[in-house]
């Protein structure tokens, strides 16, 4: 790791005038402030904040590492949910978001080493598998809405195939039977989730579930795929027996039904029951009708992985390196009604 002396060494100063230049001391000129951060700069000096730290008393912090989470609606509740359990904790956190950039991603790293943290806490956009393959990171990960195939961390998960459980099982017991699908990416891992959850629901009801009622609501790779979910729900809905009520992937998706429906002057609930999942209540209470739909429960993942988080101690193996699924809970509104 670098260090002040090899800055000052460099430049033709002494460490104490690096030390006033990365510390933002005015008492230096601009002439030697340029020379120092051109340095500084090239070589990726990270300031000892560790240090700082113990000096001040202060309880070591946590990072917080993300991919593209802190530009993505609603799922920064994660870190409002690490947060306030890190706070309980007298804690801080150190916060950083790659954006998908491995440069960036391990500049990260270094930050959280120069920091000393005592952990991180790691999140992703979307459910999915995780790996780490450098010997330097962090033996306290929390992996927070992803999992580690090696089961390596103790990873805090929504329940997908609870809440696609869920949204069927709110729809039969309504009375619904033919119920269409308009699911997510197929390969994304929460869409296998929740329509293992949904046809669970169905079997359990002594009902089938109608395969070519479940339709991608999204075309090309995961990232760069687009919405679909109009033209898919138009044609399901334009069939002679179409179906009484739609699962929707998430409540984007939703937004796409309730367009359908109208422009095939269909009405919502009387005509159609839709159901959305997320509960991106911009979009939820935002439609009229106001959306039914399973939420994702970003804040308690954080918090939840956060408290684990304390709980760690040099090994992570063992009851530690565990799936923990927070539920995703139902939340009704208007959207739906009984079949009559």
């Not at 120092?36 to 090239?42: E, F, L």
């Not at 109208?262 to 939820?284: E, H, K, R």
Request: hydrophobic share 40%; glycine share 6%; charged share 20%.
């Amino acid at each position: 790791m670098v260090t002040l002396r090899d800055i000052a060494n460099e430049v033709g100063v002494s460490a104490k005038t690096v030390s006033r230049v990365v510390n933002h001391d005015p008492a230096v000129s601009d002439a030697t402030r340029d020379a120092v951060m051109a340095v500084v700069r090239r070589r990726r000096y990270l300031p000892d904040n560790a240090a700082k730290a113990m000096r001040a008393d202060v309880a070591p912090a946590v990072g917080f590492i993300a991919d593209r989470i802190t530009t993505t609606p609603f799922s920064v509740d994660i870190i409002r949910g690490a947060q306030a359990a890190l706070k309980a904790q007298s804690r801080s956190m150190v916060i950083m978001d790659h954006e998908g950039d491995r440069d960036t991603e391990e500049t990260s790293w270094q930050m959280f080493r120069s920091y000393n943290v005592s952990g991180v806490i790691y999140a992703t956009m979307f459910h999915r598998p995780v790996e780490f393959d450098q010997p330097a990171y962090f033996r306290n990960i929390v992996l927070a809405n992803c999992y580690s195939m090696k089961r390596n961390h103790p990873s805090v998960l929504p329940d997908d195939e609870g809440g696609g459980y869920r949204q069927a099982r709110h729809l039969i017991e309504l009375g619904h039977r033919r119920i269409g699908a308009i699911t997510l990416n197929p390969a994304i891992r929460a869409t296998v989730l929740r329509g293992g959850g949904y046809r669970s629901a169905f079997a359990e009801a002594g009902l089938s579930f109608d395969p070519s009622l479940e339709v991608p609501g999204s075309r090309g790779p995961v990232g760069n795929d687009h919405m679909i979910a109009t033209e898919v729900a138009t044609a399901m809905l334009s069939q002679k027996d179409r179906p009484t009520a739609i699962i929707c992937g998430n409540d984007q998706t939703a937004v796409q039904v309730y367009a359908a429906a109208a422009n095939l002057g269909l009405s919502i609930p009387d005509d159609l029951s839709v159901i959305g999942f997320d509960d991106m209540q911009v979009i939820s209470t935002t439609l009229r009708p106001m959306l039914t739909s399973v939420a994702l429960p970003y804040f308690d993942i954080g918090r939840i992985a956060a408290e684990v988080m304390a709980m760690l101690g040099e090994e992570t193996e063992g009851p530690m390196a565990r799936q923990i699924l927070v539920p995703c809970p139902l939340v009704e509104r208007k959207s739906c009604r009984p079949l009559v």
